[in-house]
């Protein structure tokens, strides 16, 4: 027994180193099982990473698939804009060589004056002292000099006054004329056939600008109901503050840029003028013709001064002409300068599209190389977590095949032995149970033994104590009779006492008889008892089997032990190189964040640059919408000829009034 509690105690003790070792694995199974877990959690969310990066490049393709189709709709919009700016070019240097001719005619109108007012000048001093009618006619002649250096818009208030002067001139003239003149009268008619030609292309042309002028009106016939009843009450004062309003606003505008509807006003006012100025043209023309032809046909024989008064008045009336034109040459120039600032403005937009498509493309460019060098980081992560994961995974899956052997083996094992110790353990408590009864059947022998034998000893004392009373009691009975009587009490107190003897002997076989039955039946039992001596045999084979049961379950946790021991070699061996790799896979990590980065700042700079091409296209639209309807506001259709095709005909009008006025001039001059 003391051996069996020391080897239950060893026992005991390896137990405890077991469980020790068993709670040392489990921690470490437990660290095993919390890595593997964060290894599950790092390649789900690698597997999440992955499929909202293909929905990201699928929705990139489609943001490329219309960058490249807004792209395209700038390119064919820019080359539009290239267009447009090839025409805003060409428009712009027809209007710089309008803007020298009609530099030039200024300077040609200039000569004109300055001759004009030499003519004057002569004519005074050749007829001064001759023809008192001179003095009136100087007087027109100053007013006449002075109205070109008014400006071009005070000719709608002065030509009237001027035609009427020229025909009072032509009805007072004759009555002073010298007769002595006559010799010069077939000149005069040859030079007044030639002005007639001159006034007939001049009203042939007239007719024409009438006709666009009636066009005009047609369009704006409310506005020149309005203009027509204020430029009746107009003074001069009034066209002069009009004049200064007029330059302002082109200050203005050369400040701040018009809108459509400003250069439609000032567009539609200055057709009024020009139309106004055209129809006094018309009046004074008709009135030259008038007093031409009745100068004809009542003074034959006129004088010299009154072919050069008529001269004069021609002259005066192609410079009002030539007035006239510059007029409307000024207004084409100005809407050339708004033609140029849009067609500046658009090209300006243009050229800023052109240079927002090129950092599009470039940062689309700069988008595709981070999201390449992106999916190479992602794929040295992938690689480097393999690397890193895979070795405890192999290592966790060995644990757990070595665990389930050596748990099944060890279970078995403590459950056989667990067996075995209770059957150990129930047949020693009933060897002690049948020790203890044994023992209690040998004291009942021994005490019922002696028992017997005290009651054989009392009974032998009264069997010889009877045997003497009997003996006794023969010897009275004979005696002699005359004896007896006197002997009878004596024989009366023997035979009580035999009786109670024999009742006592009675008694005594009686118990003696129970004693040895009882006996019996003791030794019976303790014969019974014996029969059970194979128990300590059977004990002793449990113990052999509870020994060999615990043996194995050593040699199953020793192998446990072993196996835990070669997993943490491999564990320990191929953790060696888990620091260099933790280093790079932090490295590959860092890399991808900043890829990440990286492409989340250039799709936001990517955006803002799309924002602002969108918001320069509108501009640009905007921009092509006012050029068109700046162009639009000229009238240019298909029946109505080009701006630049009209200003040039002005200045070709002028250059023929400029060219006859310099003609008459010289010959007067002659």
């Given amino acids: 027994a003391i051996q069996n509690e020391r080897e239950i105690e060893s026992l005991r003790k390896n137990l405890s180193v077991c469980l020790q070792a068993k709670e040392k694995l489990e921690r470490r199974v437990d660290d095993l099982t919390v890595e593997l877990e964060v290894a599950k959690k790092c390649d789900h969310e690698n597997k999440e990473f992955k499929a909202a990066q293909h929905q990201e490049q699928s929705v990139l393709l489609d943001a490329q698939t219309e960058l490249k189709t807004l792209v395209d709709a700038i390119a064919t919009a820019s080359q539009r804009e290239a267009e447009a700016h090839e025409t805003a070019i060409g428009l712009a240097k027809e209007n710089e060589k309008l803007r020298s001719e009609l530099t030039t005619l200024i300077e040609d109108n200039k000569r004109l004056v300055d001759l004009y007012e030499q003519a004057i000048v002569n004519i005074e001093v050749k007829q001064h002292g001759n023809y008192p009618s001179i003095p009136q006619t100087e007087d027109s002649n100053e007013q006449q000099s002075s109205r070109p250096s008014n400006g071009g818009n005070s000719l709608l208030d002065d030509q009237p006054e001027g035609a009427y002067g020229s025909r009072s001139d032509a009805v007072e003239e004759p009555m002073i004329v010298d007769e002595n ?20 292309e001049m ?27 204020q430029s009746n009450h107009e003074t001069t004062e009034d066209i002069q503050f009009r004049d200064a309003e007029m330059d302002e606003a082109m200050d203005t505008m050369q400040s701040n840029p018009e809108t459509t509807e400003d250069i439609q006003f000032r567009d539609a006012e200055m057709d009024t003028m020009q139309s106004n100025l055209e129809t006094t ?7 030259a013709e008038m007093d031409a032809e009745g100068f004809q046909g009542e003074h034959v024989h006129d004088s010299p001064i009154v072919a050069f008064k008529e001269a004069m008045q021609l002259v005066r009336v192609k410079l009002e002409h030539v007035q006239g034109k510059l007029v409307t040459a000024q207004d084409a120039v100005q809407y050339f300068k708004l033609l140029e600032m849009a067609s500046t403005k658009a090209e300006e937009l243009s050229s800023s599209i052109q240079l927002c498509c090129l950092d599009v493309q470039k940062e689309q460019e700069d988008i595709n190389a981070l999201k390449s060098a992106l999916s190479a980081s992602h794929e040295r992560e992938n690689a480097l977590e393999g690397r890193i994961f895979s070795p405890a995974a192999s290592c966790w899956g060995l644990h757990l095949k070595t665990e389930a052997l050596a748990g099944s083996k060890f279970g078995v094992n403590v459950e056989l032995m ?3 110790m209770g059957q150990l353990s129930s047949l020693r408590t009933r060897k002690t149970e049948i020790s203890a009864a044994r023992a209690e059947a040998r004291r009942s ?7 017997i034998d005290g009651l054989k000893q009392k009974y032998r004392s009264f069997e010889a104590q009877r045997k003497e009373t009997e003996r006794v009691l023969f010897a009275i009975d004979n005696l002699d009779c005359p004896a007896t009587p006197l002997q009878k009490p004596m024989n009366f107190g023997k035979a009580s006492e035999l009786l109670k003897s024999e009742e006592e002997r009675t008694k005594l076989l009686s118990e003696l008889k129970k ?18 001596d194979d128990i300590d045999g059977e004990i002793s084979r449990l113990e052999s089997e509870v020994e060999g049961c615990f043996l194995s379950l050593l040699e199953a946790d020793t192998e446990k032990f072993v196996r835990d021991h070669a997993l943490a070699e491999v564990w320990e061996v191929q953790q060696k190189d888990v620091p260099s790799l933790l280093v790079d896979y932090q490295d590959s990590v860092f890399h991808v964040k900043l890829g990440e980065e990286q492409i989340r700042v250039c799709e936001a700079s990517l955006q803002h640059q799309t924002a602002s091409l969108d918001e ?8 092509m919408r006012d050029l068109g309807e700046l162009l639009v ?21 002028i250059e023929v009034h400029v060219a006859e006025a310099r003609q008459l001039l010289l010959v007067d001059n002659q």
């Fill in 515 to 532: 004693s040895r039955e009882q006996l019996s039946v003791v030794q019976k039992e303790i014969k019974s008892m014996r029969n059970c």
């Fill in 181 to 200: 003149c006559s010799h010069k009268d077939d000149p005069s008619r040859s030079e007044f056939s030639e002005l007639q030609l001159q006034l007939e």
């Fill in 445 to 451: 022998e021994t005490e019922l033994r002696n028992k």
């Fill in 633 to 653: 506001a000229r009238g240019l259709d298909a029946s109505t000829p080009h701006v630049s095709d009209k200003v040039k005909g002005d200045l070709d009008a």
């Fill in 418 to 420: 667990n067996k075995k």
């Fill in 203 to 229: 009203h042939e042309e007239n007719d024409k600008l009438m006709s666009l002028y009636e066009k005009a009106m047609q369009e704006r016939d409310e506005f020149k109901r309005k203009f027509s009843e």
């Fill in 281 to 287: 043209e018309d009046i004074q023309f008709r009135d």
């Fill in 616 to 623: 320069m296209n509108s501009k640009l639209s905007q921009a």
